[in-house]
Structures are given as structure tokens and as C-alpha cells.
């Protein structure tokens, strides 16, 4: 009589383990789905959330690629390497890298001219991740280790104190941002700053 229950428990305890084990065995040999597929994309990808193709981040990114809502040739800092991997992946056709996006190396960072520098801070603001760090009205410089190459702080800097160099190479090598003072469209040292106007007249 007690017997009988105590069979049936084992026999049931049994067949769950056994089911469980044929999920785990299922899920590696067929994967999961399209979150699986999203995964192997976003892997692919630099990961560094430079917001360059024009979506919030690499996951983001991978999603849109899965969905077909998005091309595998917009991620600059990339480049052609995983272009070549994504289409190898997604058994595409690789295309070339799309030249709207700009370019991007994390071979290079991006540098400040500090002398140069006029503190409008839109450079931080252009950060997708916070790689530049300074205060309105004051100085602003690079966090090297952080900064991803992505030219995006370029386009707003009015004066042109930006430029990208070689990571790793001396902090004191000239940049190009230092080659151009006085030739761009705020020429600094010379007539008032954009932003704060004239500079003091001694008396």
C-alpha cells in the first residue's frame, strides 16, 4: 500500500528530469529563435555604443539587423572586418561600409587643443560615451582610455580645437587643430571669441 505512492512520486520525479534534460538539448541544438540571432549579431559588433549607425547602441543596432530593419554596413568603427563577419553570419552578400555614417578607428581618440579651447562644452554633449569631461566656461579634455574614435565631438566644436590622433602617440606632438589656429572661422587669438565676446583691453 505505501509502496504504490512512492512509486508514482519516482515514476513522476523521473519524467521531469527527463523533460528537462530535452529542453536543455533542445535550446543548444535549435537556439533561440530570433533573441539568439540578435545575440550572435550584437557579438559581432564593436560594442563600444557609439551611437554612429544611428540607433541608441549596438543591441539596438543587432535588432534592427535581425529584423531587416537596418543594413550591416553601418557600423564605421567596424569597419569592413565586420561587415565581412555579419554577412558571413547572416549569409548576405557583403556591401561597402555606408560613407554618410563618416568614418571611425579605434586605432585613434579624439584630442583638445586646450589652448585653443573655448569651453562651449557642446563636445561633451556630442559624447555618446562620456569620454570628454569639462564644464561650461572652462577647459575640456579627452579621457583617452574611454574615447572610441567616433568623430561625432568634431562637427560641433566652433573652433576647431579637435582633432583625432593616433591613440598612444605624445601628449605634446602637434595636432591638426594646432596646425589650424588662426585659419578657421573663429580664429582664435585673434578678434573677439565667439561665445564671450572680446577679449579685456589693457589700459
Known sequence: ????????????????????????????????????AVERVERLLPRIQCAQCGYAGCRPYAEAIVSGDADINRCPPGGERTIRELAGLLGREPVALDASLGEASMDRV????????IGCNLCVKACPVDAIAGIPHAMHTVIERHCTGCELCLPPCPVDCISLVARGARVDAPSAATEKRGQGPFPHEKGPDPFFGSPPQKV
Open 1 to 36: 500500500m505505501i509502496a504504490s505512492p512512492l512509486i508514482g512520486i519516482l515514476v513522476l520525479a523521473g519524467l521531469a528530469l527527463a523533460l528537462s534534460a530535452a529542453l536543455v538539448l533542445a535550446a543548444r541544438w535549435l537556439g533561440g529563435g530570433e533573441d539568439d
Open 110 to 117: 579624439a584630442r583638445i587643443d586646450e589652448a585653443i579651447c
